[in-house]
C-alpha cells in the first residue's frame, strides 16, 4: 500500500532526524542511516559567520543593539553609535524620500478634491489640543484656493529621543545647581515632564505646587491656582504696605530731625544774641565802674584824711578788698606747702628709725635655740 508505504517513510524520517531516536531492524536486512551529524558544528559556525558578516554589511554595531562590548566610556559608546547611525542613514534617508513623496502626493489631491468643512484636532509635543478649522468661508482656511509644502523635519534617530533631550538637561543642570539653584528649582516641573516614568503628572503636579509654577498649557486657573494666587496677592500687599510704612516712618523721623535742627539754630541764635546782649551790658557796666572809680578817686584826692577812716571803716564791717583776697589766698597756699613738706620729712625719718633698730632675737619670737628646749611664754609651766 502505497500510502502506508509514504506514511511509514516520514515518521521513520522524522525518528531518523531526532537526537534520541530508536530504530527497529528486521531480522536479516541491512540498515544504513549516513546523516553526516558530524557536520552540525561546521554548519552552526558558518551561520554565526553569515550572522557576524550581514550585521557588519548593514553598520548595525553592538552598541547600537544595546550589547555589551569592549567599549568602556560613554565617548566610545556614542562614537560607534553614531557609526552605525551613519552606516545606515542611507536606508532611512530612502525612507523619508518615501514618505515625503507620498505625502506630497496626497496634500495634492487634498487640495483638488478637499472642499467640505471640517475641524482638526491638532495636539503640540506637550499634548495640549488645539482646533482648527478648514474651508468654513474664510479667505486664509480655503484648502483649495492655498499652496503647501508637505516638509518631514529631521530627527535624532536614537532609541528615546526624549531619554536623550533629558540626559543632556540633567548634566546642564547638575553644571548650573552649584552657581544658580533657584534656575534648577523653577525648571525641575518641566524636566520631570520630559521622562518616561509612571505617575509623570502626578509627579509635575506636586512639583509644581511647591514651587509655584503654573501650567503653560493650561488656560483657566484651577482652585487651588485661584486661592494660592490669591494668597500671594495678599501677601504682596502686606509687603506693600509695610514698605510704605517704613518710607513714611523715615520721612517722619526726617522730618522730626530736620525740626531740631531747626530748632537747634534758632536756639543757636537766640543763645549768640543773649550773649553779644550780656557782653555789650557788661561793656556799659565797665566803662560806668571806670566812671565811679575815676570819680573815687578824685574825692579822695581832694580829701585824703578820709581815706584811712573810710578803710578801718570798711574793714571793721567785714569788707574785703581784692589784693587782701589775693594775699589771703597766697598766704593759705604756703601753709598748706609747708604741712606737706613737714609730713614727708617726719615720714622719711620714721622709715629711718625703723631701717636702724636691730631685729628682736630669736626666743622672743618663740623660735627655740640650738641645744635646749624652746622657750615658753612666762606663767606657763611645761608638762611633765
Same mark, same amino acid.
Given at each position: *500500500?502505497?500510502?502506508?508505504?509514504?506514511?511509514?517513510?516520514?515518521?521513520?524520517?522524522?525518528?531518523?532526524?531526532?537526537?534520541?531516536?530508536?530504530?527497529?531492524?528486521?531480522?536479516?536486512?541491512?540498515?544504513?542511516?549516513?546523516?553526516?551529524?558530524?557536520?552540525?558544528?561546521?554548519?552552526?559556525?558558518?551561520?554565526?559567520?553569515?550572522?557576524?558578516?550581514?550585521?557588519?554589511? +548593514?553598520?548595525?554595531?553592538?552598541?547600537?543593539?544595546?550589547?555589551?562590548?569592549?567599549?568602556? +566610556?560613554?565617548?566610545?559608546?556614542?562614537?560607534?553609535?553614531?557609526?552605525?547611525?551613519?552606516?545606515?542613514?542611507?536606508?532611512?534617508?530612502?525612507?523619508?524620500?518615501?514618505?515625503?513623496?507620498?505625502?506630497?502626493?496626497?496634500?495634492?489631491?487634498?487640495?483638488?478634491?478637499?472642499?467640505?468643512?471640517?475641524?482638526?484636532?491638532?495636539?503640540?509635543?506637550?499634548?495640549?489640543?488645539?482646533?482648527?478649522?478648514?474651508?468654513?468661508?474664510?479667505?486664509?482656511?480655503?484648502?483649495?484656493?492655498?499652496?503647501?509644502?508637505?516638509?518631514?523635519?529631521?530627527?535624532?534617530?536614537?532609541?528615546?529621543?526624549?531619554? %536623550?533631550?533629558?540626559?543632556?538637561?540633567?548634566?546642564?543642570?547638575?553644571?548650573?545647581?552649584?552657581?544658580?539653584?533657584?534656575?534648577?528649582?523653577?525648571?525641575?516641573?518641566?524636566?520631570?515632564?520630559?521622562?518616561?516614568?509612571?505617575?509623570?503628572?502626578?509627579?509635575?503636579?506636586?512639583?509644581?505646587?511647591?514651587?509655584?509654577?503654573?501650567?503653560?498649557?493650561?488656560?483657566?486657573?484651577?482652585?487651588?491656582?485661584?486661592?494660592?494666587?490669591?494668597?500671594? *496677592?495678599?501677601?504682596?500687599?502686606?509687603?506693600?504696605?509695610?514698605?510704605?510704612?517704613?518710607?513714611?516712618?523715615?520721612?517722619?523721623?526726617?522730618? $522730626?530731625?530736620?525740626?531740631?535742627?531747626?530748632?537747634?539754630?534758632?536756639?543757636?541764635? $537766640?543763645?549768640?544774641?543773649?550773649?553779644?546782649?550780656?557782653?555789650?551790658?557788661?561793656?556799659?557796666?565797665?566803662?560806668?565802674?571806670?566812671?565811679?572809680?575815676?570819680? %573815687?578817686?578824685?574825692?579822695?584826692?581832694?580829701?585824703?584824711?578820709?581815706?584811712?577812716?573810710?578803710?578801718?571803716?570798711?574793714?571793721? +564791717?567785714?569788707? *574785703?578788698?581784692?589784693?587782701?583776697?589775693?594775699?589771703?589766698?597766697?598766704?593759705?597756699?604756703?601753709?598748706?606747702?609747708?604741712?606737706?613738706?613737714?609730713?614727708?620729712?617726719?615720714?622719711? %625719718?620714721?622709715?629711718?628709725?625703723?631701717?636702724?633698730?636691730?631685729?628682736?632675737?630669736?626666743?622672743?619670737?618663740?623660735?627655740?635655740?640650738?641645744?635646749?628646749?624652746?622657750?615658753?611664754?612666762?606663767?606657763?609651766?611645761?608638762?611633765?
Amino acid at each position: *500500500m502505497p500510502t502506508a508505504c509514504a506514511s511509514n517513510l516520514d515518521e521513520f524520517r522524522e525518528e531518523a532526524a531526532r537526537p534520541d531516536a530508536i530504530l527497529v531492524k528486521k531480522k536479516g536486512y541491512d540498515l544504513t542511516i549516513n546523516a553526516e551529524r558530524e557536520l552540525a558544528a561546521a554548519h552552526l559556525d558558518m551561520m554565526s559567520r553569515d550572522i557576524s558578516m550581514i550585521q557588519s554589511v +548593514s553598520g548595525v554595531t553592538d552598541e547600537s543593539l544595546g550589547r555589551t562590548t569592549n567599549a568602556v +566610556s560613554g565617548r566610545a559608546i556614542t562614537a560607534r553609535q553614531d557609526q552605525g547611525s551613519l552606516a545606515t542613514a542611507g536606508i532611512f534617508d530612502n525612507l523619508r524620500l518615501a514618505v515625503l513623496i507620498h505625502g506630497g502626493k496626497e496634500l495634492s489631491a487634498i487640495e483638488q478634491f478637499f472642499t467640505q468643512p471640517k475641524q482638526f484636532r491638532i495636539t503640540n509635543t506637550r499634548g495640549t489640543p488645539e482646533w482648527v478649522d478648514v474651508n468654513d468661508g474664510l479667505p486664509e482656511n480655503d484648502i483649495i484656493r492655498s499652496k503647501a509644502d508637505f516638509i518631514i523635519s529631521d530627527t535624532d534617530w536614537r532609541a528615546s529621543v526624549r531619554q %536623550a533631550q533629558t540626559e543632556e538637561l540633567f548634566a546642564l543642570l547638575q553644571q548650573i545647581g552649584p552657581v544658580a539653584p533657584q534656575v534648577v528649582l523653577v525648571m525641575l516641573d518641566l524636566l520631570v515632564e520630559g521622562m518616561d516614568i509612571d505617575s509623570r503628572e502626578e509627579l509635575v503636579k506636586r512639583i509644581r505646587q511647591i514651587t509655584g509654577q503654573r501650567d503653560p498649557d493650561a488656560e483657566e486657573m484651577t482652585p487651588e491656582e485661584q486661592a494660592a494666587e490669591q494668597a500671594k *496677592m495678599r501677601q504682596q500687599q502686606i509687603q506693600e504696605r509695610a514698605v510704605l510704612a517704613k518710607i513714611a516712618k523715615d520721612e517722619a523721623s526726617a522730618q $522730626k530731625s530736620a525740626a531740631s535742627v531747626q530748632r537747634d539754630i534758632v536756639s543757636s541764635a $537766640k543763645e549768640q544774641a543773649a550773649t553779644r546782649q550780656v557782653l555789650a551790658s557788661l561793656a556799659g557796666q565797665n566803662v560806668d565802674t571806670q566812671i565811679r572809680a575815676l570819680e %573815687a578817686a578824685m574825692a579822695a584826692l581832694s580829701a585824703p584824711a578820709a581815706v584811712p577812716v573810710a578803710d578801718g571803716i570798711l574793714h571793721e +564791717s567785714g569788707f *574785703m578788698g581784692r589784693s587782701e583776697q589775693e594775699e589771703t589766698e597766697r598766704q593759705a597756699a604756703i601753709m598748706q606747702s609747708d604741712n606737706m613738706r613737714d609730713e614727708a620729712a617726719r615720714q622719711q %625719718a620714721l622709715a629711718a628709725r625703723q631701717a636702724q633698730q636691730p631685729p628682736p632675737p630669736q626666743d622672743q619670737l618663740g623660735i627655740p635655740q640650738q641645744g635646749g628646749p624652746p622657750s615658753m611664754p612666762p606663767g606657763t609651766a611645761p608638762n611633765p
